[in-house]
């Protein structure tokens, strides 16, 4: 079975910094990778999602994250963080192949911003 | 299009009781799964419904049940209530392989 870790589970950084949220997962092959944004009290946003070729995605919000087999990781980045960044993030991802959707989520991490 | 919807988007009901929650896919998606998101336990996957046919189904008890209408609408149902399955409960579509679209969540408060 599949398995997400997210190693921070809070963060806090400045307006205008850059940020990095760290996701290692645990699967016999490549797995579908996703990155997920929850905001207090709503449902969950994705931002970005990696099921093969270039290892590099762009997403939504100016997100972006990077596939690195070797490290089982996909780690998300943003160059420059808005006040209105602050939130929840998840890591997911699906087993390819499985017959079914369903997703498997890391803990979350949640992020503080500084005006 | 319209997102996701779930109703009620609040409930509160005491231990014992049996609640059953309602979810709307987007249009033209067959497959709805349901989570549980707890501070303690996260996101936790309940089942997954495709074409009105369970494809899959996590570890819960069988107080959790499902099911799946001819036009995608989607309920689960949970009986006996405990003290536990105080939760956001989050209902997602998904059209394509994997990619799901979230509703807002029905927050349940059990008393």
């Known amino acids: 079975a599949q398995s997400v870790t997210q190693p921070d589970i809070h963060i806090t950084v400045s307006e205008g910094a850059s940020l990095e949220l760290r996701c290692n997962y645990s699967y016999g092959a490549t797995p579908y990778l996703f990155w997920y944004v929850q905001s207090p009290g709503q449902g969950l946003q994705l931002l970005l999602k990696y099921f093969s070729g270039d290892t590099l995605v762009q997403g939504i919000k100016g997100f972006e994250a990077e596939f690195k087999r070797s490290q089982s990781s996909f780690n998300l980045r943003k160059p420059s963080v808005h006040w209105s960044d602050a939130a929840e993030y998840f890591c997911a991802v699906g087993a390819p192949g499985a017959g079914s959707y369903q997703l498997t989520f890391g803990k979350g991490t949640k992020l503080s911003v500084i005006p | 299009k319209a997102g996701v919807t779930q109703t009620p988007r609040y409930l509160i009901k005491t231990r014992g009781q049996q609640v059953t929650l309602s979810c709307s896919p987007i249009?033209?998606?067959?497959?709805v799964s349901w989570y549980q998101q707890t501070p303690g336990q996260g996101l936790q996957f309940l089942f997954e419904y495709f074409s009105e046919t369970q494809r899959n189904k996590g570890n819960f008890p069988g107080r959790f049940s499902g099911r799946q209408f001819s036009n995608s609408r989607s309920e689960m149902n949970v009986s006996t209530l405990e003290l536990g399955d105080s939760a956001l409960y989050l209902c997602a579509s998904s059209f394509r392989e994997y990619e799901q679209f979230f509703g807002p969540g029905t927050r349940l408060t059990v008393l």
């Open positions: 249009s033209g998606h067959r497959s």
